[in-house]
């Protein structure tokens, strides 16, 4: 039903899914830049038709809204909400016989600015394991957002900028919306402000927020992109990471940050296998994870396999 050519494709529609290079026809599973390029024609929702077309300028797009199915290249796809930022979405394929699941980067938990993930039943599942280690067990959103609100409130009591480092597409958003839920108005990076107008323009609310021009403003948080140079001023600044490394207790060295907090937008190792339950797949591929995460399913009972191997093409 699929198979591998430097990236997936099934095979029937000769449809692209997620790849980085130029096709004639690919699916985006959502706008982050490492899932999608100028493609000839692209299928995708109605949201990330609108990032992607803001990101890498207009292209020939099909919209796909959510459980919507369209015959496309004898196959019947259909898009789930996918919870990991606007528009993203998992891809339904079915021919037939069998059907195909890609989640793409995925969570279970609720999201401030995303649609909550669904997953239907499929025979074959190709899911995103980027947390598939045990020690990628997260805590309780609650709890990591408690910590985040305190953290920066703290921060700001203290006379200090909290910078917050979050990728432009998603993670800029969730922060601000929960930042400005709890009372701290947010500035936010130009990058991430016209990805903004974007959510708001599909309904999503992120609270007060404004772009970022020339200084800080006392009691405003400032979200930037990560390693983005903190400009020379005179106010003392306190930088925070939000990600689900961060459960790893040296993470905000690496990071180059003074606090991280362990909230992510990718399933946890335990949601990962709460995934594969709700799908009911025969058969498991695994993208962008560890390779022990294949072993662990292995040897939970799983017919499973890792996907995208040296040499791996037309097999499937």
């Given amino acids: 039903m699929f198979h591998w050519d430097g990236g997936l494709k099934l095979t029937k529609a000769d449809l692209a899914v997620d790849i980085r290079r130029r096709q004639p026809r690919a699916f985006i599973s959502h706008a982050h830049i490492d899932h999608m390029a100028r493609h000839e024609y692209a299928l995708c929702t109605p949201a990330t038709a609108a990032l992607y077309q803001l990101r890498l ?10 459980r919507q199915p369209l015959d496309f290249g004898g196959l019947r796809l259909t898009t789930y909400p996918a919870g990991h930022c606007l528009g993203s979405a998992m891809l339904l394929a079915e021919d037939g016989n069998q059907s195909l699941l890609y989640t793409g980067d995925f969570k279970l938990e609720p999201s401030a600015t995303a649609e909550r993930a669904e997953l239907p039943k499929a ?12 020690d990628y067990r997260l805590p309780a959103r609650d709890e990591s957002i408690e910590q985040f609100v305190k953290l920066v409130r703290q921060t700001l009591d203290d006379g200090a900028l909290p910078i917050v480092e ?70 003392r600044s306190i930088r925070f990471a939000v990600t689900g490394w961060a459960i ?53 009972g799983f017919d499973a396999h890792p996907l995208g191997t040296p040499g791996q093409r037309r097999l499937f």
């Fill in 248 to 300: 790893d207790p040296v993470a905000k060295h690496g990071l180059r940050v003074d606090h991280a907090i362990p909230l992510s937008d990718h399933a946890d190792y335990d949601d990962l296998f709460e995934a594969i339950k709700r799908v009911s797949p025969r058969v498991i591929y695994c993208t962008h994870g560890p390779d022990s995460f294949v072993d662990r399913l292995r040897e939970a």
């Fill in 57 to 66: 300028g207009r292209r020939p797009v099909r919209e796909l809204p959510y």
């Fill in 123 to 134: 025979d074959i599942l190709v899911i995103e394991s980027t947390y598939g280690h045990g």
């Fill in 166 to 235: 979050a990728y432009a597409l998603g993670k800029a958003q969730e922060v601000t919306r929960l930042l400005s839920e709890a009372g701290i108005p947010v500035l936010q990076h130009a990058k991430a402000y016209e990805i903004s107008r974007v959510y708001e323009s599909f309904g999503v609310d992120l609270g007060q927020f404004e772009p970022y021009q020339d200084k800080p403003r006392p009691g405003w948080a400032l979200v930037v992109p990560p390693r983005t140079p903190t400009p020379d001023w005179s106010t």
